[in-house]
Structures are given as C-alpha cells and as structure tokens.
C-alpha cells in the first residue's frame, strides 16, 4: 500500500514539474541534505511515557519551479527520519523509535527580500520503516505498530549564502496519530528540520545558427 502510494505520489508531482518547465523563468533542481531534530506531541500526557528530541537525518532532491517574480512551487523527494527518544516504563528506561519516511513536500514560496525567501505546504510521508532499541541497545522492528502514512504541514525560511548554495530551516507538524493503538500512545510526529542545498539551474536553448546562404 505505500510503495502504491509513494509510486503515484512521485508521478503526480513529476507531471507537474514537466507543465511548470515551460515558463520563461528557469526552472532549477538540486539536492539536499541535513539534520531532523525530532519528537512525538502529545495530546493526551502519560506519566509512564514521556517524548524527548532525537536527531535523525534528511537527504534528498528537490525541483524549484518559478510562478512568478515572487512567487515559486517547490516539490521535494526526501529520505527523513523522524521519531523520538522516549522514557517508557514498560521497557525499565530510556527507548529510541526511529521512523524512516519517504517523504514528499510540496511548497509555496515567496520571495521577501533578494536572499530570503519563506515558504508553507503539505508534505506526505509514507513509511519505509521503524526500529526500536531498548536501554540495553536491543533493536526491534516496530513497523507494524505505525500508520503506514502521515500527512503533515511544513512552515519555514531558506537564505541564500550563493546563487548556488541555500540553507533552510522549517518546522514539521504531523496532524494524525502515528500511533496504531492510540488506547496505549498517542503520538504525533513533530520536529525542526535543518538543511543545506545545492542547486542546479537548467541551461537556456542555445540559439540555432542562421545557414549561410
């Protein structure tokens, strides 16, 4: 069911990556990668269970397709791990959940200065998978017993340190639980999302050489 979903996903947003090269603007791409600092919000507070922050990576490749002057989409393919650290006191300490996610952003962005440019959208994240390990390094597989999909939304800032080179910062909000018995935890991935770019600007048609007469 999620590599179905993460299949169709990737086509939708190719096609629209292929309508949007029309522009006169360039339509650039580029890869990325970074730092996840994340965690669960909890609706509902467990004394036995408490969320603590975790450091997972992201990397990946994204297409910037410009709208207007101002105004640009940015569809994103991403490998990010998120989860927690969590103290849990049916394990006697400390776990890691570490859920990996295939993860597709899609943001509007709008240009507020020359260098600066703030950004909001959706992201799908579909499952790869999740592995727990204990306070005694025991590693489990715990992908079963999470959602296999997770609609989230992203808000954030990139700066550019060159016209090559950017670096972003975006808050992740997870709006369903995770959680496939939510009687015992319910949890909702959140976390801050660190990243550095490069990208590639597609080379303008040469113009063909009028023929000698």
């Not at 103290?87 to 962005?109: E, I, M, W």
């Not at 959706?122 to 992908?143: G, W």
């Not at 999470?146 to 992203?154: E, G, L, V, Y």
Request: hydrophobic letters at 40%; a positive charge; aromatic letters at 14%.
């Amino acid at each position: 069911m999620r590599k179905s979903l993460a299949i169709a996903m990737a086509a939708l947003l190719c096609c629209t990556v292929l309508f949007g090269q029309d522009g006169k603007n360039k339509t650039a791409f580029g890869f990325k990668t970074g730092m996840n600092f994340s965690t669960f919000r909890q609706v509902v507070s467990y004394p036995t269970y408490q969320a603590k922050l975790k450091l997972g990576f992201v990397f990946g490749g994204f297409v910037d397709i410009p709208v207007s002057d101002r105004v640009n989409l940015q569809p994103e393919f991403l490998y990010s791990q998120m989860g927690a650290k969590a103290f849990d006191a049916t394990t006697f300490g400390d776990v890691r959940l570490r859920y990996n996610y295939f993860s597709v952003p899609f943001l509007v962005k709008y240009k507020a200065t020359k260098t600066l440019k703030v950004f909001i959208g959706p992201e799908a994240d579909f499952l790869i998978r999740a592995r727990q390990k204990d306070y005694l390094d025991h590693s489990t597989s715990v992908t079963n017993q999470i959602k296999d999909f997770d609609f989230a939304f992203t808000v954030g800032f990139e700066a550019w340190a060159t016209k090559h080179i950017v670096v972003g910062v975006r808050y992740i909000h997870g709006s369903q639980d995770v959680s496939t018995t939510p009687s015992q935890n319910t949890l909702f991935n959140q976390g801050i999302q660190v990243t550095a770019g490069y990208k590639l600007f597609r080379k303008a048609k040469k113009a063909k050489k009028e023929k000698h007469k």
